[in-house]
């Protein structure tokens, strides 16, 4: 129970990394807000409670403030002041910068950047009067090597992985620590349009072993144990920190 008495935000929770994340907080002992723009997190969370964890649902996109502002006010009215905010919410749709719209890139800045602006900005003020606490970022391989057609999304993962470190230098001394994790290619559906570039999955799974070195894909609860470190009072020296779970996509 290595996240006891911790309260812990999760977003985007519906599916792949993001529930896995919010099941194994709840496992290790955390109070469990998981929050998504889909009603599905609502499905993620029946099964945590089910297995016998602590968890509720709210529905939000947070990358609008005024629902972030409702988030963290259903967390303190429901539990408490988060301890734990799980930045994981994110989109990813392939194309070059001539290739997408304007709206694509907007709307990926917003969901997978903004949105951690707005709920550290709203959740920080919450931990440092507490006495403390830990944001994970959810950042990407990306953030250190582009990739072909991936305009949008390169960029705001290797944004994450900057906010990350600027947002450790401001409040190290609040106590509250701020690393991101960045995987490699993870077995989930956030994948598949990006995979689709490649001929789909099957294609990506035939040639795994050529970009990333351990020859496989990565299982979200892989993802999930580096959040739950990043949370737990293990990592306490740990802020700045772009933790890399790659499979050694970026060792060559």
Request: aromatic letters at 6%; a negative charge.
């Amino acid at each position: 129970m290595r996240l006891q008495n911790k309260i812990a935000i999760v977003t985007g929770a519906a599916k792949g990394i993001g529930a896995a994340i919010a099941m194994r907080y709840a496992e290790e002992g955390a109070r469990v807000v998981a929050t998504d723009i889909s009603t599905a997190g609502a499905e993620v969370v029946a099964q945590i409670v089910g297995n016998g964890g602590e968890a509720v649902f709210f529905q939000a996109d947070v990358s609008k403030a005024d629902q972030v502002q409702e988030l963290i006010r259903f967390t303190k009215e429901t539990y408490g002041v988060p301890s734990v905010l799980c930045n994981n919410a994110a989109i990813n749709v392939p194309g070059s910068v001539v290739e997408l719209d304007e709206e694509v890139w907007d709307r990926t800045m917003e969901v997978n950047v903004k949105s951690m602006f707005l709920t550290s900005k709203y959740c920080v003020p919450e931990m440092i009067e507490a006495g403390g606490g830990s944001v994970v970022n959810m950042a990407s391989a990306n953030s250190f090597a582009a990739e072909p057609r991936l305009s949008a999304y390169v960029a705001s993962k290797g944004a994450i992985h900057m906010l990350t470190k600027q947002m450790a230098l401001d409040f190290a001394a609040d106590n509250v620590r701020v690393n991101c994790i960045c995987p490699g290619w993870v077995d989930t559906a956030f994948n598949d349009a990006h995979a689709d570039l490649f001929g789909g999955r099957d294609e990506v799974l035939k040639s795994i072993s050529e970009f990333q070195p351990i020859g496989r894909t990565i299982q979200p609860i892989e993802i999930a144990n580096v959040a739950v470190f990043l949370a737990a009072d293990e990592s306490s020296a740990m802020t700045g920190s772009a933790v890399v779970v790659d499979g050694g996509l970026t060792s060559k």
